[in-house]
C-alpha cells in the first residue's frame, strides 16, 4: 500500500509541472516570438511481480522438503515521471507592424537573429529591433544585434528611411550599411531557453551562417508566439483532472493503510 503512495504522488508531481507549463505558455502568447515548451512523460520503471510459495508442501511420512514455486504474476507500474521539456520551433503567425526596424525570419524554423547579451552571443526569433541614441540597432531588451561579420550594427546619422531586403541587407538613402546575422544550427534540441525569448548553445547545436536564400526577412513584421490556446486550455484541465485523479488515489490508500493499522491493533 505504501508503494501505491508513491505512484499516486508521482502522478500528481508531474499533473502539476504540466500545468505548469501549460500556464507558462499561455502567459506568452502574445509575447513576439516565444517558442512554447512542450512536456514529455514518461512511466517510471516498471516491477515485476512473482507468486512465491513452496509447493507441495512437507507432509506426514515425507522427509522431503517441498519444493520452491515461483510463478509471475505481471508488471507492476511505479507511476510516471517527466523525460524531457523540449521546445517547439513550429513558425508562429506574422503580424503587421509598419514599424522599419520589425523584421520577421519566413520559410525557415532553423533560422535566428544573432545578438550580443552581457552572458555571450545568443539567438533569439523575436525582431522587434530599435536604434538608440548612438545609431545602434539593439534588441528591446537593450541587447545588441549582430551582423552577418559577428560586429554591432551602426546606423549613420544621416537621416533617411532605412529598409531591410528580404537577404537581412539594411540600406539608408539607398548605400547598404550592413546585413543582419542570421544563424541555423544542425540540432534545434540542443538550443537552451534562457528566458526573454533568448536561447544559448550547449555544444552540440553547431551553428552556422544562413546563406543564399534559405531562409527570408520581412521588414515591418513580428512573429508572434506559436503557442495554441486552445490546446493549453485543454491541457491544463487535463493536468487538473489527473491531478485530482491521483489526489483521490492517494487518499483513498491513506484510508486503507490507517484502517489496516486499526484492525492490527484491535486483534493484537
Do not use: C, H
Not at 510459495?53 to 522427509?63: F, K, L, R, Y
Not at 517547439?88 to 547579451?117: E, H, K, M, W, Y
Request: without cysteine; hydrophobic residues 35%; charged residues 15%.
Amino acid at each position: 500500500m505504501v508503494r501505491g503512495l508513491y505512484t499516486s504522488a508521482s502522478g500528481a508531481l508531474v499533473a502539476e509541472s504540466m500545468a505548469d507549463n501549460v500556464a507558462n505558455n499561455l502567459a506568452n502568447v502574445n509575447t513576439g516570438g516565444f517558442k512554447q515548451t512542450l512536456l514529455q512523460i514518461q512511466s517510471a520503471p516498471s516491477l515485476d511481480i512473482y507468486r512465491i510459495q513452496t509447493d507441495p508442501g512437507q507432509t506426514p511420512g515425507n522427509p522431503l522438503p517441498g519444493k520452491p514455486v515461483s510463478q509471475e504474476v505481471g508488471l507492476l507500474g511505479t507511476g510516471s515521471s517527466i523525460y524531457d521539456t523540449p521546445t517547439s520551433f513550429d513558425q508562429g503567425p506574422l503580424q503587421a507592424t509598419g514599424n522599419p526596424f520589425d523584421v520577421a525570419i519566413t520559410n525557415n524554423t532553423n533560422a535566428f537573429f544573432t545578438i550580443q547579451t552581457p552572458n555571450g552571443v545568443r539567438y533569439t526569433r523575436d525582431g522587434e529591433f530599435a536604434e538608440d541614441g548612438q545609431g545602434i540597432l539593439r534588441t528591446r531588451d537593450g541587447n545588441t544585434v549582430l551582423d552577418n561579420a559577428g560586429q554591432q550594427i551602426q546606423l549613420p546619422n544621416t537621416g533617411g528611411a532605412v529598409q531591410i531586403g528580404s537577404d537581412g541587407s539594411i540600406s539608408q538613402n539607398g548605400t547598404v550599411i550592413a546585413q543582419l546575422g542570421l544563424t541555423q544550427f544542425n540540432s534545434l534540441l540542443n538550443l537552451r531557453p534562457e528566458g526573454v525569448n533568448n536561447f544559448a548553445t550547449t555544444g552540440n547545436a553547431g551553428p552556422t551562417p544562413v546563406t543564399g536564400t534559405t531562409a527570408s526577412v520581412q521588414q515591418g513584421f513580428l512573429e508572434q508566439s506559436n503557442g495554441n490556446i486552445v490546446r493549453s486550455m485543454v491541457d491544463l484541465i487535463t493536468a487538473e483532472r489527473w491531478f485530482e485523479a491521483n489526489e483521490k488515489s492517494i487518499k483513498t490508500q491513506d484510508d486503507a493503510v490507517n484502517q489496516a493499522i486499526t484492525m492490527a491493533g484491535k486483534t493484537s
